[in-house]
């Protein structure tokens, strides 16, 4: 059999895992899931040991099938979620059982100090950095320093969490730059931490991982693990990158004015450049591309897949239930109640910031609504309202992209809501543009770790053969009849956004004495 790579998205809810053949076909998957814990209000941890089991027993699924060679396997890489804040201890092991993820955001009192001293526009002009701060690993290494000094004292490594894997695997501890460039002190120009970052924040440089390439070989793959699986004896193990770059990769984004969208728990508009896309008030967040001399950046909305999930649960249950009974998918059944309302959902709006907003959707206090309701409506409006806010939200944020940039006017779809045709009919009304959906759908960030296995080893030149895996399944282009309705609902859209920022503040004092 021809060499293949194994490669692993290490992601929120769970580690996604493939091989791949040298033309980068996917040979096999396998999902393994694993639990995020909320021990307090803003905290949301994980376990490391869960990640590593997660991906023995991933791994382990995948050298059992049967289109699988373990011998052939050269390499292994790995996409990460972001912002991750490991403490090691001299050893290389974890001081703590839990880790904040990105989503964690207990270190608001750090990120405020820290705003006392450093200037925040001037912080994310610097590190590109558009989440709110104190996701960032940087102020979470400041909670560490102020709220866990006994852990502090023992530390002499942060790192992120495929580089944890990376560890474990090889020995080495590293990063690569793609990973770096979301720690909150990287200087995104420069190609480097920033020093003067590190110094207002009081932080040794020392703790944070040296620096290199996506493509880079981390080291060998140690021997207990080359047997445990039965690989050969040269594995390499590549130094992988950060999941939006490598979902990036994946879903064909790596040259001037590519754009993808992601449709998943929330929604993200990815469009690569030779330059970082920055904007004081879009805050849209840039990293280093796992691919040389580019940058990727970012809008997106935070709450589009669990906006629906939200609907589903707790407004048409019977929907799900009767659906499941029936062998069907939940999902299916809701759309295709939806399309039963006009586009337009008959004057009914749908805000989606149902989990806080983005800088530009006006910030975490934010909260979400539908807007318009009168005795007429159904459930069937209710769901149209809602897939139809979930485009008009990314619309808005696909508008300020366009705005710093020139992007192509077909965008490659991936993620869950790609699946289906029907909704990306309404993105490609709404945005005005043309939606395709390729064979490369929810294994984007793997295919793009893969990607950097095969140019890490030398079997591919470059990245170009990815656009050739991107066979086309369905292509939504503009209808000209929704025109006219969706101008409309864009206006009425934007409108209502403003009043949910407006609102922001009261919201967040009436929750907070209602609770």
Aim: aromatic fraction near 8%; hydrophobic fraction near 45%.
């Amino acid at each position: 059999m021809p060499r293949s790579v194994a490669a692993f998205d290490l992601g929120t809810g769970g580690i996604k895992g493939a091989v791949f053949d040298a033309a980068g076909v996917c040979l096999a998957e396998h999902v393994v899931s694993y639990k995020t814990l909320f021990p307090a209000p803003s905290r949301h941890e994980q376990r490391p040991q869960d990640w590593w089991q997660a991906f023995l027993d991933c791994f382990g699924a995948l050298l059992a099938r049967p289109e699988v060679d373990a011998p052939q396997i050269s390499a292994i890489a790995f996409s990460g979620h972001s912002l991750g804040c490991i403490p090691l201890d001299e050893n290389g092991s974890p001081l703590q059982d839990a880790v904040p993820i990105w989503s964690d955001g207990r270190a608001g009192a750090q990120a405020n100090a820290f705003f006392t001293r450093f200037d925040q526009d001037r912080w994310y002009r610097i590190t590109g950095n558009g989440f709110p701060a104190p996701l960032y690993t940087l102020f979470k290494i400041m909670w560490l320093r102020d709220e866990a000094p006994e852990v502090f004292a023992r530390t002499r490594t942060i790192i992120g969490t495929k580089d944890y894997i990376n560890l474990r695997l090889t020995g080495r501890i590293a990063t690569d730059i793609s990973y770096a460039s979301g720690s909150g002190c990287f200087d995104l120009a420069a190609g480097h931490y920033s020093d003067e970052i590190l110094a207002a924040a009081g932080i040794d440089p020392a703790l944070l991982p040296p620096v290199v390439a996506s493509t880079e070989t981390i080291g060998a793959l140690r021997p207990e693990f080359r047997d445990q699986f039965g690989l050969a004896a040269d594995v390499k193990v590549i130094a992988g990158g950060v999941d939006n770059s490598c979902m990036a990769l994946g879903a064909a984004t790596f040259a001037e004015g590519d754009i993808f969208s992601s449709m998943g728990s929330s929604s993200w508009l990815t469009v690569s450049s030779a330059r970082p896309l920055l904007d004081d008030h879009v805050h849209s967040y840039a990293f280093a591309h796992v691919v040389p001399g580019q940058f990727i950046s970012a809008t997106s909305i935070f709450s589009s897949g669990t906006s629906i999930g939200w609907i589903r649960d707790r407004l048409t249950p019977d929907i799900g239930e009767k659906a499941a009974a029936g062998g069907r998918n939940a999902y299916e059944a809701m759309i295709e109640l939806a399309l039963t309302s006009p586009p337009g959902a008959r004057g009914l709006l749908f805000v989606p910031t149902l989990a806080g907003g983005t800088a530009l959707e006006g910030g975490p206090a934010v909260r979400g609504a539908f807007v318009g309701l009168d005795l007429q409506h159904e459930r069937a409006d209710i769901l149209r309202a809602g897939l139809e806010g979930i485009a008009l939200g990314l619309r808005v944020a696909l508008d300020q992209l366009r705005r710093m940039t020139t992007v192509s006017d077909e965008i490659i779809a991936v993620g869950g809501g790609a699946q289906s045709a029907a909704w990306r009919q309404i993105f490609a009304d709404v945005f005005g543009c043309t939606i395709l959906k390729t064979r490369v759908d929810q294994e984007a960030a793997a295919l793009g770790a893969a990607a950097l296995a095969l140019v890490g080893i030398g079997l591919w030149e470059d990245f170009e053969p990815v656009r050739a895996l991107h066979v086309p399944e369905g292509r939504a282009q503009p209808q000209p009849a929704t025109r006219a309705v969706y101008d409309a609902a864009l206006a009425a859209y934007r409108q209502a956004a403003a009043h949910q920022r407006d609102l922001a503040s009261a919201l967040e004092t009436l929750r907070a004495i209602s609770t």
